[in-house]
Structure formats: C-alpha cells, structure tokens
C-alpha cells in the first residue's frame, strides 16, 4: 500500500493548528494507521496507532481520524517542541509501509 | 524502564561484511517482535523486517530479502542487523524498534546506528 501525505510542508506559527493528510493506494485494513514524530536529530516517536489511539504519554492536542483510505492527523495548538516531520505508517497489510512525511516547519 | 540501545556508528569499504546490534532491558525479550527500520540519509522510513527472539523467526520487506539477516540472542536479550557484502546504497542510519504488543506498529525505538559504507 502507498502512503501520500500532504502537504509535503506546513508553515504555521506556535498555537495555530495543523492538519496533516495520509492517502492510501487501496484501503488500509481495519483501522490500522499509526503516526509518528521525528525531531532533527532524534528518533521518531508514536503518536497514534490504530488511526485515533493516542500512545502512552503523548498529549492531547494531538488527535488522528479517519479510515479505509483517509486519515488525518491533527494537532490542536502548535507548541515550539511539535516542529517536526511527521510520518504515517500502515499495518493492515504487508509489507509495513510509511508515507514520505510532513515536516511542520515556523513560519 | 523498556531500553533498546543499539552499537555505534560505522564506517565500512564497500563488500565488506556488517553486524550491528541492538541490546534490549527492561521487559521480557522472547515476549515481542523487534523491526529494523532504514532512514536514508535526507529520506523517509523504511521497514527493512522483524524478528520473534522467542520464536527466532524473521520475516523480510521484499525490499531487503537477501540482503540483510536479522537474528536475535535470547541470551544476551539483543538482536541484530547483519550484512554480507555491504554497497555503498546502504549507507543510511537503522533503528531498531520494538513492536506493540498487539499491533504492527514501532512502539519504543532503539537511538539509531549510523552505517556509512566507502
């Protein structure tokens, strides 16, 4: 399954709100779409699995929605800390597959 | 605390021969999946295949069948990332991670190692 995000940059400024797009090729099994955030220099990290589950310790100003091939990912209010790139990842089938990200830059 | 903590960078001559590893505390090893993942440099996310240390089964992407061998060491609670003969298109930084529970998904990752092939 292809993963297209977009868009593929998002200016915005710290307490705005974003809104990141994930698109698959065909319908992703179940609901099972995950997020990831990947700071420069860091390791990515879970955000969101099971396209809304939020992953233990991840603040609630991000929220993801969506199914089949939709999903959303939505972070409510920029904190300087949220500029980053993010990716989504299916698991409905294999092989594991990732979208080429967004990066979230200040505008 | 879960911990995945991977080997250090690596500088390596095209053809020769990788082993990288990422060494795992905090949780029982032979209970979850570990993956590895590739991010070239500049690039996305790759999946390059998982591994059951208590199983020792291995799974590949297509991608990277053939490629790479991914094995685990329920001894020493570590798995690892190997290569034959390295190219110079496998330069690129791999992370470990470990899979949730119930799901696909790469729930706590290892920092990451570094291979540069030249």
């Known amino acids: 399954i292809v993963l297209t995000q977009s868009p593929g940059t998002l200016s915005l400024s710290p307490g705005e709100r974003a809104t990141l797009s994930c698109r698959a090729s065909?319908?992703?099994?179940?609901?099972?779409l995950a997020w990831y955030q990947q700071r420069p220099g860091q390791t990515p990290r879970l955000l969101i699995y099971?396209?809304?589950t939020r992953a233990t310790g991840i603040p609630d100003r991000f929220s993801g929605s969506g199914s089949e091939t939709d999903f959303t990912l939505t972070i409510s209010r920029l904190e300087p800390e949220d500029f980053a790139v993010y990716y989504c990842q299916q698991y409905g089938s294999s092989p594991l597959t990732f979208g080429g990200g967004t990066k979230v830059e200040i505008k | 605390e879960v911990q995945l903590v991977q080997s250090g960078p690596q500088v390596k001559k095209p053809g020769e021969s990788l082993r990288i590893s990422c060494q795992t505390s905090?949780?029982?090893?032979?209970?979850?999946?570990i993956h590895w993942l590739r991010q070239m440099p500049g690039k996305g996310l790759e999946w390059v295949g998982i591994?059951?240390?208590?199983?020792?089964?291995?799974r590949y992407s297509s991608s990277f069948r053939g490629q790479v061998t991914i094995s685990a060491d329920k001894s020493i609670n570590t798995a690892y990332l190997q290569w034959n003969s390295l190219k110079a298109s496998d330069t690129a930084t791999y992370y470990c991670?470990?899979?949730?529970?119930?799901?696909?998904?790469?729930?706590?990752w290892g920092q990451g190692t570094t291979v540069t092939v030249s």
């Open positions: 591994v059951h240390p208590g199983m020792s089964s291995s």
């Open positions: 099971d396209s809304s």
């Open positions: 991670a470990r899979r949730h529970y119930y799901y696909d998904v790469f729930e706590i």
């Open positions: 065909q319908s992703v099994s179940g609901t099972y």
């Open positions: 905090g949780y029982s090893f032979t209970t979850y999946w």
